[in-house]
């Protein structure tokens, strides 16, 4: 699977090469996208000094966590987006028929090319706002990892429910946007209920909250708790994806691979 | 068999669209949903080697069989063995040994040359570099490939899609080869090529090929036996010999004449008449043929004759409508 993944990367960025111009426009386009909220929040936090914790450099910590994070799982686990169209669209039926783990298959064999600007833009705003000791290094390198497999995680529950309840793309993507967009804000200034949605059904806390926190503060016994949550994350999602293949109608409707 | 089917049953829930806002309202709160048959207690079983067409009208249920036994849908009923394997218990062992060309979806990575899909499907079949680009080299040419295997996908024609379609199902050398609607927006001559392909590959290398389509010179040019699905069911499963030849067992004659036709013969219905060519229709279990040319010759004075059995798309078209031969016998 290993290399099929690497075959998968080349592919795709030789299939991004047809059209350059709008590789570099997307990927430019969406990191300057990004850089627009760093003078959001310059302009912010030169009014309130911190919130709840947070200053300037804490809260560009966890926009180069989110940005790096989505943009991994964009480049590299880029088809889950599009999940509920393949199941309603009846195209799961080329990734059934070939012998390989089904859900890397599926989730590996596109790329989003603007994820590429959000990934260069988290890794970059992280050298730049953030101390560079090799530990911390280290845990935004697995944070980013585990934050896209994460945001993976996220679109197969939310396009799993396409098996279930017909087209469940629009509330899949609702989700997905909704978990990014959370993301970007400090944990600490949601309270309540909210603070158990974004620990469950829209769980910005598992993606990058508390990663934020590790890095800032290492804590082992929190670690724990984040891989536990990421793990039950994680197998719900399988779970209900593979509950759902059984309901899977398959149909006739012309495709391409894209 | 490389394939034994038994009483295989699948239905599918289709919502029913309520009419009206109100209508519309309730089914949001409680929707309703008819049953849809698409395969009612199927059986069958295939010999290793076989060329078979699997045949029907939209809706029969052909799809969904072919569906059910590659391992992309679960059965509600009945079991499956392909090579011996249960497609869904062992859905990548047996990936490993089927392939399968939907003429709808492409297998193809759309922006990119056909070679670099071959080169990726090498990877996902566990095969090494070295073995791809063998296999590569083969399907080149059995195909005739050559010319445009490094251009996109995207600018291939119809034809040469399918060409590469079908050669990317047979990268890891399958031994059975499923092909639904291979065919389809082809016209006459790559249809004839893609043909003369698939037949050249059972004769040589002996895959077992599961034919459906649409297309009557598809089936009768390639195909040694015939399943016909109705509704889910089997109505028909015979040689295609049998089936041309006794199933409907009649003739139509067209014949060139000097002069106005000039035949009475049991058996034989006129279909045209014109003043100098006619078209008639020999019903042979009430006619002898040899009667029937003998009369023909003698009574008329002839410029030009041909004998054809009935069209393959009119013998398709009497199953579905119900037509057996006992029925068209009587």
Known sequence: MRGLIGKYIRFNLAAAMEYRVSFV??????????????????LLFDKVGDINGYGFT????????????????EVFLGNGRYLSRIIYQGELDVYLLQPVPLIPNILCSRMNVSGWGDLAYGIILFLLSQELTPLWIFLFAV?????????????????????????????ASAAYNMVLTFATYPGTIFKGASTWIMHTLLPAALVIWIPTELILHFSLSRALFLLAGDGILVATAYLL?????????????MGTRL | ???????????????????????????????????????????????????????????????????????????????????????HRQRKALSLKIGTVFGQKSQLWYHLPASDSFSLLGSIYNMSAGETERRVAELKEIFELGDFLDQPVRKL???????????????????????DE??????????????????????????????????AGDIEKLCRRVIVINEGTTVWDGSMKEMKYSLLNRRIIDVKLEEELNLDLPGVSILKNRPYSAK??????????KEVMETLIRNNTIQDINVSPIPMEEVIAHIYEGRTAGEAAE
């Open chain 2, 157 to 179: 024609s119809l034809g040469q899609r399918i060409r590469c379609e079908i050669a990317a199902s047979l990268i890891h050398s399958p031994e059975i080869l499923f092909l």
């Open chain 1, 241 to 253: 994806f593979k509950g759902g293949l059984r309901r899977y109608a398959s149909g006739n409707r």
């Open chain 2, 1 to 87: 068999m490389i394939l034994d089917i038994k009483g295989l049953n699948k239905s599918f829930k289709s919502p029913v669209k309520a009419e009206g806002l109100s209508g519309r309202v309730k089914s949001l709160i409680k929707g309703e949903y008819r049953e849809i048959r698409a395969v009612r207690d199927l059986s069958l079983s295939v010999p290793r080697g076989e060329m078979l067409a699997f045949i029907g009208p939209n809706g029969a249920g052909k799809s969904t069989t072919i569906k059910l036994i590659t391992g992309i849908l679960y059965p509600d009923e009945g079991s499956i063995s392909v090579l011996g394997m249960d497609p």
């Open chain 1, 58 to 73: 804490e809260v560009m910590l966890l926009w180069s966590l989110a940005a790096a994070g989505f943009g991994f799982n």
């Open chain 2, 182 to 215: 291979p065919s389809i927006g082809l016209d006459v001559v790559v249809k004839a090529r893609i043909r003369d392909l698939i037949k050249r590959l059972n004769e040589e290398s002996g895959i077992t090929v599961f034919l459906t389509s649409h297309d």
């Open chain 1, 143 to 171: 944070s980013c990892v585990l934050a896209a497999l994460l945001f993976s995680s996220i679109n197969l529950f939310y396009h799993s429910l396409t098996f279930y309840m017909g087209n469940g793309e629009n509330l």
């Open chain 2, 280 to 289: 008639l229709e020999a019903d042979l279990n009430r006619a002898d043929m």
């Open chain 1, 25 to 42: 426009i997307q990927v430019l386009g969406m990191a300057l996208n990004n850089s627009a909220f760093i003078f959001f929040w310059l």
